[in-house]
């Protein structure tokens, strides 16, 4: 069970009736729903509702959808899931390159949009579900802890902060530049052996000597395997 009381959802949809379904499938599950029809709306509903989500439409008259992700990327920690009638891969990449968490080709299925709404609320809210476990790894945000086999690791607050976005995405392949960017943050004016220095303090902790846990792929980046 997700736990949506008190998760707040904007859908962006120039359609009425694709903003009705969303609207009351997504209120029946437990969610506060804002609607918005074009893109400025939504930017002002961005800093009024301050949703944790938002389902997004890219093709809207006015500001499109693409521009919508830039300026609500650059407010606050939201999960955008972008939607498009044009299943087309240069969209995707766009959508993705500039901050759009997720994708969706419409017609789409509501049961699989509900999935991919608890994925990133999992993955950029776990304190909304208090502790979560993955593998041999615990993540209770509130406590602002992180167990490995029921163990409490002793972290600073950047090392606490990069475990737990390797740990959510494990199975993904993270760039230095997509580590940098997600725990530093954009404005991060430093060197990208940061990243390198953190890892290798991260696998003493975790007594990762043979680097099995957190994997290093030549070129690409880092990969938690669980």
Known sequence: MQPSKGIRILAVDDEPHILQ????????????VRCADQGLTAITAMEEFKPHVVILDV???GMDGF????QLKKMDNVAVIMLTARDEVDDRVKGLSIGADDYMVKPFSF?????RINARLRNQFPHLFGEVILGPFSIDDRRREIKLDNRILELSPTEYELLKYMVLNHGLVLSKKLIL????????GGEDNIVEVYVRSL???LNDKDHLLI???????YRVDI
């Open 203 to 205: 696998r003493e902790k």
């Open 181 to 188: 960017d997600k725990v530093w943050g954009y404005d991060f």
């Open 111 to 115: 049961e699989e949009l509900l999935a």
């Open 59 to 61: 093709m809207m008259p």
């Open 21 to 32: 379904f969303l609207e009351l499938g997504l209120k029946n599950e437990g969610y506060e």
């Open 67 to 70: 521009e919508v992700v830039r």
């Open 215 to 221: 994997r290093t792929l030549r070129g690409s980046g």
